[in-house]
């Protein structure tokens, strides 16, 4: 009996050995020194940001309704710049502006056939994050999308839109002063953290 719980040990030991997984990352340079080899690696960066610390109760509700928002928000950007991605070249591979016109009717329609319904439950403070996470994902302003895609007067007369409801649509996105909270939430979301 003891020599069939030593094999089953064994048996299992080598079993849990071999599911590991294989480290990918490549080996980029070694040497040796004084009979030991120092090997470097590329590895995966990790960013580390400080424990938030808050005044009060009310703060914190604050910032978590402000990751909710921003988690709701992130998916709609990232599928603006894959949208981007896709349909930039098409768009200034048509020869006259009434084909350009079309296509981008055609992804407007489609876009809100398959959004309005969620857009329409949106408060304002949910577009102005939008409006800063699609300048981060295709690093370009909203504004400058809309003047390259519908025209300068379509540019315009959404910023006054915009300004109507105290967004500006020429604003940039700045990781390092303004929008460093929404910067280390989006890392957060990227990294599976949020």
Same mark, same amino acid.
């Given at each position: ?13 080598? +079993? ?15 040497y040796i020194q004084d009979g ?32 909710? @928002?921003?988690? @709701? ?31 981008? @009717? ?8 398959k959004h309005k319904d969620e857009? @329409?439950? +949106? ?13 981060? =994902? ?19 007369? +959404?910023?006054? $839109? ?26 957060? $979301? =990227?990294?599976?953290?949020?």
């Amino acid at each position: 009996m003891k020599r069939l719980l030593l094999i089953m040990t064994f048996l299992m030991g080598a +079993w849990l050995a071999g599911a590991q997984e294989q480290d990918t990352s490549g080996a980029v340079m070694g040497y040796i020194q004084d009979g030991d080899t120092i090997i470097f690696k590329n590895i995966k960066e990790i960013p580390v940001f400080p424990d938030r610390e808050f005044k009060n109760n009310r703060q914190y509700r604050r910032y978590t309704r402000y990751i909710q @928002k921003v988690k @709701k928000v992130y998916p709609l950007a990232v599928e603006a710049r894959e949208l981007l991605k896709k349909y930039e070249p098409e768009y200034y591979a048509l020869e006259t502006r009434k084909e350009q016109r079309k296509l981008m @009717k055609q992804l407007e329609k489609e876009l809100l056939d398959k959004h309005k319904d969620e857009l @329409k439950k +949106w408060s304002i403070s949910d577009g102005r994050i939008l409006l800063k996470l699609i300048n981060r =994902e295709t690093e370009r302003t909203p504004y400058s999308l809309i003047k390259d895609f519908r025209g300068g007067f379509s540019a315009t007369f +959404w910023q006054g $839109i915009a300004k109507l409801f105290r967004n500006d649509l020429k604003a940039g996105y700045d990781p390092d002063e303004e929008d460093q909270v929404l910067e280390e939430i989006v890392t957060l $979301i =990227e990294l599976g953290y949020l």
